[in-house]
């Protein structure tokens, strides 16, 4: 396997592991306002993901960063194509992080519910801005023989992106209230189970039609192309029964594989292409045209093989050491408590 193919692989698990990780903390930050009915159940379940988000924000960070230095005539067009939408992205990913901070600097209800609808919408906004950029690569831009962009902001905003970025949203709720059943107690939990297992019939339908339409989309062929898509209807039909029997760790797990195979097989299509051209399939960008020097790639992998796996090492301990589930706080306390008995999640 060559480097170019080798780094390929690499940022598709980033994007991957980033909806895997972030997806129920997004999930989380949008359904926290619904599934919560005081501030008090509101602010437990904001912390249920309180010691993870900003780490699962790496992902997409080294994601970016990962296309910048392997690939960057891929970063160059795709980015400078989505300035604006990029402005967005970031703004809403600024409005949910300072809400963690902020929410609870004042005892004001209306300053609470203020940094709780911030949280709200910037958490419904990423997973639709990332899918229709992601979307966009497989179906194709107006990029021209130079490898830049000729379309305007209106031309990102293709039907099939727009699909993909509906899709990660709704199965960003679902990967969220399943989290929540996992990690709450009492009432929040049964409305949590409830939530999810509304969600579940949405999104299997809207994975289906992402499979059929990825599948018109794309000519990868069955095993790089058809079957992740399948694998993923599995996956969430496996995850809606698993919520039905009140499963908790098999629907869990069912959600974290229905979002990781959408995500990844938006990759599998795409490859050998990086960002396809709709003015013609010629300009289209590859995996080889737009890829550093050996030598940059190289160096990646040497700093990528050392430090990978010691970041994985701490983002699991991270999970284990949060494990507990959080319960509603005893009369006059500030803080959320654990679970009565303590039992892990």
């Known amino acids: 396997m060559s480097l170019p193919i080798f780094w390929f692989g690499v940022v598709a698990v980033f994007w991957t592991g980033f909806f895997v990780l972030e997806g129920f903390d997004l999930g989380v930050g949008v359904l926290h306002r619904f599934i919560g009915r005081t ?8 912390n249920t993901v309180g010691p993870f988000w900003d780490g699962n924000e790496v992902w997409l960070i080294v994601g970016g960063a990962a296309i910048f230095a392997a690939f960057p005539g891929w970063y160059a ?5 989505g300035y604006l939408a990029l402005v967005l992205l970031l703004v809403a990913l600024m409005a949910r992080g300072v809400s963690f901070e902020w929410r609870g600097r004042r005892e004001s209800l209306r300053w609470r519910d203020g940094w709780s609808w911030s949280m709200c919408i910037g958490s419904a906004l990423i997973p639709v801005l990332l899918g229709v950029a992601l979307g966009d690569l497989l179906v194709g831009l107006p990029v021209g023989s130079n490898q830049e962009y000729t379309g305007t902001f209106w031309d990102l905003l293709t039907p099939y992106g727009v699909f993909v970025g509906v899709t990660l949203l709704l199965l960003s709720l679902q990967h969220g209230a399943t989290f ?5 107690l009492d009432e ?7 939530v999810a297992w509304v969600l579940a019939w949405p999104a299997f339908l809207v994975v289906v039609g992402y499979a059929v339409w990825t599948a018109v989309v794309s000519d990868r062929g069955f095993w790089w192309g058809v079957l992740p898509t399948v694998l993923a209807v599995v996956a969430s039909f ?3 029964g698993a919520l039905h029997r009140r499963a908790e760790g098999l629907a869990f797990t069912g959600t974290a594989a229905t979002i990781g195979l959408v995500v990844l097989s938006l990759f ?12 013609n399939p010629a300009y289209s960008l590859t995996v080889a045209n737009t890829a550093s020097s050996h030598y940059a790639l190289q160096v990646m992998t040497v700093v990528a093989l050392v430090l990978l796996p010691v970041v994985l090492a701490y983002q699991a301990w991270t999970y284990v050491v949060f494990r507990r589930r959080l319960a509603l706080p005893p009369a006059g306390s500030t ?11």
Not at 77 to 81: K, V
Not at 268 to 279: A, C, F, G, K, W
Not at 335 to 345: M, R, T, Y
Request: no cysteine; net charge positive.
């Open 39 to 46: 501030d008090d159940e509101r602010r437990v379940l904001i």
């Open 77 to 81: 067009t795709w980015f400078s194509a």
């Open 180 to 184: 929540l059943g996992l990690r709450t």
């Open 188 to 194: 929040l939990r049964a409305r949590s189970h409830r």
């Open 238 to 240: 496996v995850a809606g």
């Open 268 to 279: 599998t299509n795409l490859y050998p292409d990086v960002l396809v051209s709709s003015t």
């Open 335 to 345: 803080e959320p408590s654990p679970s009565k008995q303590g039992a892990p999640a």
